[in-house]
């Protein structure tokens, strides 16, 4: 599928579409059979804490919901990495259609929507600010959506949503368990990548899980009646908050599964 849309004049992107000198640069499109298996991977801890969950922010890119992350109560550990990585926020990636919104792709399939669960190092930097310019600072898993049946989880998101509705608009979110949006298959890839929108820093360590989770029509339009753009100026509806797909480079994207 064609993703016909202009990437560089992508509102999200003004700045430069690549980093210059990037060499892990995220998205990517995976193939499948390309990707290694790699029996010394092990399966991903996860433990979050729904109490540590504090606010939905709309910040003129996506909407995130952000975790109180000054102590190790929403982590995740095993998989591919060394230390164990505390939540920051999540937040999503979606189109204006169904056709495309992921960011990365699967043998060039894109999906209509990404989560992004942020976790960053607390064992080896003091700050997520800190974490976010270390080559293993930061750890995000990728879930992608898929057009289906509705998702219980998903709506108490959905519902806090027109609350949000203008950049910069926040509200209180309170015990959200957002191991719900998780898919129930361990299966997942790994490679070095980057943050896919600004300041594009070589510090993720991406997991992305095999298995989509499904969503509803009125869940994915929900995302799309949010805005780019703050109360009296000219709407601008929140689509299509995607990152291009970057170069595979001298890199291997490792699988948990064979
Ligand atoms: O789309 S992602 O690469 O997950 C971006 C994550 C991200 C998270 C924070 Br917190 C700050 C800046 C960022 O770019
Ligand atoms: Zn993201």
Avoid at 75 to 85: H, K, S, V
Avoid at 133 to 145: D, S, T
Avoid at 194 to 210: A, C, D, N, Q, Y
Avoid at 234 to 242: Q, S, W
Wanted: charged share 25%; aromatic share 12%.
């Amino acid at each position: 599928i064609h993703k016909n849309r202009n990437d560089a004049l992508h509102p999200l992107w003004q700045s430069p579409l690549s980093v210059p000198g990037g060499t892990r640069q995220s998205p990517i499109d995976i193939q499948w059979r390309d990707s290694i298996f790699d029996p010394y991977l092990r399966p991903l801890k996860i433990s979050y804490d729904p109490d540590t969950c504090l606010h939905i922010w709309n910040n003129g890119y996506s909407f995130l919901v952000e975790f109180e992350d000054s102590a190790d109560k929403s982590i995740i550990m095993g998989g591919p990495l060394e230390n164990q990585y505390r939540l920051k926020q999540f937040h999503f990636h979606w189109g204006a259609i169904n056709e495309w919104g992921s960011e990365h792709t699967i043998d060039s399939r894109v999906y209509p929507a990404e989560l992004h669960l942020v976790h960053w190092n607390a064992v080896k930097y003091e700050s997520f600010e800190d974490a976010v310019m270390e080559g293993n600072g930061l750890a995000v898993i990728g879930v992608f959506l898929k057009l289906g049946a509705y998702h219980d989880g998903l709506q108490k998101l959905v519902d806090a949503l027109p609350a949000v509705k203008h950049k910069d608009e926040i509200v209180e979110f309170d015990s959200f368990d957002p191991s719900c949006l998780l898919p129930s298959c361990p299966d997942y890839w790994t490679y070095a990548g980057s943050l896919t929108t600004p300041p594009l820093t070589e510090s993720v360590t991406w997991i992305i899980k095999k298995k989509a989770i499904e969503v509803d029509e009125d869940q994915l339009e929900a995302f799309r009646m949010l805005l780019f753009t703050s109360p009296g100026e000219e709407e601008k509806r929140m689509v299509d908050n995607f990152r291009p797909l970057q170069p595979l480079m001298n890199r291997t994207v490792r699988s948990s599964f064979q």
